[in-house]
Structure formats: structure tokens, C-alpha cells
């Protein structure tokens, strides 16, 4: 399936912490020394966090190299997008996600969260003892997944697959540079970006009133 995630930091940096608590829980179940299902749903979930992170927007400018004349692959092709006056936005970038690792994420997302399941049984298992537990670790995955799986609008997102690389796809319509091309969204378009990214931000920064508006700012 396709997703439309954008090229922000503050996504970037909660999808790129989820890593070390990840592993951190699987080296306390290995250490155990006993074969679980606990363990194979981390084990899934590290391997399908790799697979996403590998596809990101600011992972794939972050592993470019820095010499502009370097060729860049066109799965790491950037472009510019722009209101309909001319206002340069926070790209959006279309992402080829499998329902394996989307569901490996969930998985995993139940098992921190102790949905559908008895309230508190897995806080109750020794190595997720709440002395231990990374703090909002939980909740971070909440929020990554909640933007993971947020429906795009139909229509933006076919405008930017026909522009934008993403892994499987040709690119076109551009020019062979960093910066591969523009794409300028008509009032109606641009309406349904707004409204994706407002969500977007609620879903990261709600509960924060200073973060939340900071992270706002990003999208005005």
C-alpha cells in the first residue's frame, strides 16, 4: 500500500528512537534464553522498522552523498513543492509500504500497549517490569503508526507518484539534479494537504502546546 509521509524532522526522529528500546527488549529476551512468541513480534517489528526507515525521505538525504556532482539514485531524488501562490511546503513524499510490515509494527504496537489483551499483562512479564520500561515507548509507536497508516487524500497522492520517486516507481517529469523537480498544488489539492498535514502534526505534537505550534509552523 501507499502512504504519503512527509519530509519532517520531528516524524524522523521519533520513527529513528524507536531503534534502541527495539533492541534493547530483544537482548533481554535472548539473554532469557527461552524461545517466545514476545520475542518473534520484536524480532518482526526490528526487521519491518528497518525496511521503513530505509525508505524515509530524510534517511535517504542523510545516506546521499555530499559532493553535488555524485549521481543520486532516483529513489533519493528530492523535488520542491509549492502552494498555489507560490509558497514553497513541506514535501510529501509516496512510500510502497507491505501489509507484512505494517502488521509486524502492530503487533508489536499491541504487545507495548497491552491492547487486546488484559489490561497490564504485559507490564507484568519481567523484563517489561516498569522500572525498566523506556518511557513513552508505547506511545511513540502509537503516534509513528497513527501516521504510518493515515489514509492520504486519493488525488494528492496520484499527483505526486506521477512526480515523485519512491522505490518502485519511474521518475518523471523532472530535471537530473539534488533537487529533481517542483510540483505546484492547485487550491483544491492544496486544501487536502493542509487538512493531511494538520493531522499529521496533531498526531505527533498534540499534548505539547510549544511543541505542537512549533511543529506547525512547519506547515503554514
Not at 509521509?5 to 524522523?12: A, C, H, K
Not at 501562490?85 to 504496537?109: I, N
Amino acid at each position: 500500500m501507499y502512504v504519503l509521509v512527509p519530509d519532517d524532522p520531528v516524524f524522523f526522529a521519533q520513527f529513528q528512537s524507536l531503534e534502541e528500546p527495539l533492541l534493547r527488549h530483544l537482548y533481554r529476551l535472548h539473554c532469557a534464553g527461552a524461545d517466545s512468541d514476545d520475542e518473534r513480534v520484536i524480532s518482526d517489528a526490528y526487521d519491518s522498522w528497518v525496511q521503513v526507515l530505509l525508505k524515509l525521505p530524510l534517511w535517504s538525504r542523510w545516506n546521499t552523498g555530499d559532493n553535488a556532482t555524485d549521481p543520486v539514485p532516483p529513489d533519493r531524488a528530492q523535488y520542491a513543492l509549492y502552494s498555489a501562490r507560490g509558497r514553497q511546503l513541506t514535501s510529501l513524499y509516496p512510500l510502497e509500504l507491505t501489509a507484512a510490515d505494517l502488521g509486524h509494527l502492530t503487533a508489536c504496537l499491541d504487545l507495548f500497549s497491552g491492547t487486546d489483551r488484559d489490561r497490564g499483562a504485559v507490564v507484568g512479564r519481567t523484563y517489561l517490569a516498569p522500572q525498566d520500561r523506556e518511557e513513552g515507548l508505547a506511545e511513540v509507536l502509537r503516534r509513528v503508526m497513527e501516521v504510518l497508516l493515515l489514509p492520504p487524500p486519493q488525488s494528492l497522492l496520484g499527483v505526486l507518484r506521477d512526480i515523485v520517486p519512491h522505490r518502485s516507481g519511474v521518475l518523471r517529469d523532472v530535471v537530473p539534479h539534488r533537487s529533481v523537480g517542483s510540483v505546484t498544488l492547485p487550491e483544491q489539492q492544496e486544501a487536502e494537504y493542509r487538512r493531511f498535514c494538520e493531522e499529521i502534526v496533531t498526531i505527533l505534537s498534540s499534548g505539547d502546546t510549544f511543541a505542537y505550534r512549533s511543529h506547525r509552523a512547519m506547515y503554514l
